[in-house]
């Protein structure tokens, strides 16, 4: 029966036209995963001959505070721990994004020319910042200066390929060997709020000091892979960089009285600190409070003056795929050690006094919160310590270390320091995020370089469940699925899964979308406990390695037990955005056969059908049979409805020979509801149904997404009630993303609104009038 009808509508289908492809939600990703092999097996894992190259540093730098500049030599020492021979090596040169004719610049393009011609707010209009930049980039003289790249003092063969190098080796460098050279530099420093970037310095005209961010400031190892082989995408920008593990081993020059930052420990306190402060920081250890290592009046003092002499900080960090550090004798400084597990960790914040109060309540609080809640998700902290520093970058974080923009405003005549909501929540949120950076991808080493959201996407979620843990509601920016719902309604978007240079709406599409993506699998797919456990196991299983999208995809599914592929398929490789709406709904009652029963609710559904129009107007009319009752028979007191002896006999017979179980089906008086769905948005999802009863009970059923297998557009389910069911809603928490909740109930609920009248203005350009105006005089300050 059912394949005779499948035929027929082949039938007409093909001779009307093509058949439509069946769009398989839920097909297999294995097309489209790499094949597993021994380097990353298919469930996810680090495979048996998984390998990653090792570069250690050696480096010694001296910061020119006058010129604004850095000069360096340093040492790597490369281990090749691939199965490859190497006949050169790539080094990353991200200074020369700086340089007049980068890529970065030369492939900068606008919006449109209506664009920048008719801004309709200041948001959209072109910023004096945004020009300010633009043309200083034209002046500026960044870039390395490379003075020369060695081997044992031999020169080494190399290319410079913008923001890449190559470097000729005078032998291969076969599996298992080390290679030793060295790169000596210097560049200009970018005046971060000018040029931007992930660093630089910032001025403060009021006391005439600079501040230091120094970051991705030293040629350093790209990444040799099984995957990519060489990561050397130029670098534009956006795409941050993936990098080798090794040791550090650095001496920073600076004038000496600055405070360094810095990824790694501090060898030489004994050089570079005083006693107090040595002592301070030995209190801060096991304090329960941040205690002020250098305090507002010490760094406002240090202010004032300038030293002619150097120090040299000494820092060694083990294990980090990088190394960044700030510098300034603005900084205060406060630290608080934590404890916990196998972590150790000195919290520590450095901030201008134009930071506080804002740096000195939050900061390292929020540094040791980060670290307690994404050990619980990932693993335990295994750094020594973990650094906030408030200067000119919004956020941006490096091993250890990390910038972070907010700071209170200053009233310009009264000097009275205030802060906005969101700057407050703003700097917590970046804190958290910044410092988590440290897990994902600081040692969950992803390639930044192909994949934004595999460090912002995990990170922004991670840091979603520390905000909620900071305070009860939160106001965090990303992760809650009802946040994500204008962009999944915007027009100009790509897939997730897109490189991280051809993201558009990157904030997101690499963040937000990601990060809610997984709060969705956390909290209405998977649930938490599955979740938790997998997404744990990914951090567990690739800390200090470099896992891929398909590493993260299969964890997921192989730790969870769960089929995810169509879930990875719509969220991460399509735009498509949830749309499910409840089109239709008929209720069924199974019939008795009673004909007592069922001729009365026939009769009842009759009756419950509107009076025609000419039957209300023809009611007050005067009929004959009432002027001559000698007219009525039967038939005026009997219809259809009336029950008779032969349906009661029928009756009798049939059930008769019913069998007691199919008895007891006539009879349980259960409420069947056929819904209609349909699946607007095309990305599949699980049904929620709050299904709401006469009594006023209400209650949810969860139907997985595979309820969408055989059909992904529309599908028809089967709702069954004890009682009549009065209201019907899809999704009531909003914890899928749909993008038009408007459909998604039964009865359809009104949307309440509010209409703003406003005042017309009359004579809004009076040329004379504004004439006549008098001149403002210039107020006496
Ligand atoms: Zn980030």
Not at 42 to 66: F, K, M
Not at 704 to 732: C, F, H
Request: with cysteine.
């Amino acid at each position: 029966m059912r394949r005779k009808i499948g035929f027929l509508a082949l039938c007409l289908t093909v001779s009307a036209y093509a058949a439509e492809p069946f769009d398989d939600k839920f097909r297999q990703l294995d097309e489209i995963l790499p094949t597993p092999n021994v380097y990353r097996t298919a469930s996810g894992a680090p495979g048996h001959a998984y390998w990653q190259q090792r570069a250690d540093y050696t480096i010694s730098a001296t910061l020119d505070e006058a010129r604004r500049a850095l000069t360096g030599s340093e040492q790597i020492t490369y281990h090749n721990n691939s199965p490859d021979t190497l006949s050169y090596l790539w080094v990353q040169l991200d200074q020369n994004i700086y340089k007049k004719d980068s890529d970065a610049r030369m492939m900068l393009t606008q919006p449109s020319r209506e664009a920048w011609a008719k801004a309709t707010s200041p948001e959209d209009g072109y910023k004096f910042e945004g020009m300010r930049g633009i043309l200083a980039g034209r002046e500026f003289d960044g870039g390395f200066k490379i003075k020369s790249v060695a081997t044992n003092g031999q020169p080494l063969k190399h290319v410079i390929n913008r923001t890449m190098m190559r470097i000729d080796l005078p032998t291969p460098l076969k599996p298992g060997e080390k290679f030793v050279f060295n790169i000596d530099w210097s560049y200009n420093i970018n005046e971060q709020q000018v040029l931007g970037g992930r660093s630089g310095y910032e001025h403060f005209e009021e006391d005439k000091n600079d501040l230091f961010e120094i970051a991705q400031w030293f040629p350093r190892m790209a990444a040799y892979y099984d995957v990519y082989g060489w990561q050397h995408k130029q670098f534009l920008g956006t795409g941050e960089f993936t990098l080798e593990f090794g040791d550090y081993d650095v001496q920073l020059t600076v004038p000496a009285d600055h405070v360094v930052a810095s990824t790694g420990e501090l060898q030489n306190p004994s050089d570079v600190l005083s006693a107090a402060q040595r002592e301070r920081l030995e209190k801060a250890r096991t304090a329960s409070a941040p205690v002020l290592i250098v305090m507002q009046e010490e760094a406002t003092r240090a202010e004032k003056s300038r030293s002619n002499a150097s120090k040299t900080w000494h820092f060694k960090a083990s294990n980090v795929r990088d190394f960044a550090w700030a510098s300034s004798r603005k900084f205060i400084w406060d630290a608080q050690g934590f404890k916990k597990d196998s972590t150790n960790v000195m919290a520590m914040s450095y901030y201008p006094k134009e930071g506080n109060p804002l740096w000195g309540k939050y900061s390292t609080q929020a540094i040791i919160h980060t670290i307690d809640k994404y050990n619980k998700y990932s693993f335990d902290y295994p750094y020594p310590t973990a650094i906030s520093v408030n200067g000119p970058v919004g956020g941006m974080e490096y091993p250890m270390i990390s910038f972070n923009g907010p700071r209170p405003t200053k009233d310009k005549k009264t000097g009275e320091l205030t802060w906005s909501q969101q700057t407050k929540y703003g700097l917590i949120g970046v804190i958290i995020h910044e410092v988590g950076h440290n897990y994902y991808p600081m040692i969950i080493n992803s390639d930044e370089r192909q994949w934004t959201w595999m460090d912002e996407g995990l990170n922004t979620f991670v840091q979603y469940l520390a905000e909620q843990e900071w305070e009860d509601k939160y106001p965090s920016r990303r992760g809650e699925p009802r946040n994500i719902v204008d962009y999944m309604r915007s027009q100009e978007q790509v897939p997730i899964m897109t490189n991280s240079e051809s993201l558009v709406q990157v904030g997101p599409n690499a963040y937000a979308k990601p990060a809610t993506g997984l709060n969705i699998l956390r909290e209405t797919i998977l649930g938490r406990e599955l979740f938790d456990y997998a997404f744990r196991e990914y951090a567990q299983r690739w800390k200090f390695k470099r896992p891929t999208p398909a590493d993260f995809f299969r964890t997921m599914e192989d730790a969870s037990g769960t089929d995810l592929d169509w879930f990875w398929r719509g969220w991460f490789y399509t735009t498509d955005p949830v749309d499910i709406s409840i089109d239709g709904i008929s209720e069924y009652g199974v019939s008795t056969k009673d004909p007592e029963k069922e001729k009365a609710w026939k009769k009842a559904q009759k009756d419950a059908q509107p009076v025609s129009l000419s039957d209300q107007r023809n009611k007050a009319l005067p009929k004959r049979v009432d002027a001559h009752p000698e007219l009525k028979d039967f038939y005026n007191e009997h219809d259809e409805f009336t029950v008779t002896n032969k349906d009661r006999n029928s009756y009798a017979e049939a059930i008769e020979k019913l069998e007691p179980w199919e008895k007891k089906l006539l009879d349980q008086g259960k409420h069947l509801y056929l819904v209609d769905f349909s699946n607007l948005g095309g990305m599949v999802m699980p049904l929620i149904l709050e299904i709401e009863l006469k009594s006023g009970k209400k209650y949810i059923e969860r139907i997985p997404a595979e309820v969408w297998r055989y059909n992904s557009k529309k599908i028809t389910k089967l709702i069954v009630t004890d009682e009549p069911m009065v209201g019907l809603t899809q999704d009531p928490y909003w914890e899928t993303a749909d993008i038009d909740t408007s459909n998604n109930a039964w009865p359809r609920k009104v949307t309440q609104s509010r209409l703003e009248l406003f005042k017309t203005e009359r004579d809004k350009n009076n040329l004379m009038r504004d004439f006549n105006t008098p001149l403002k005089k210039d107020e006496k300050k």
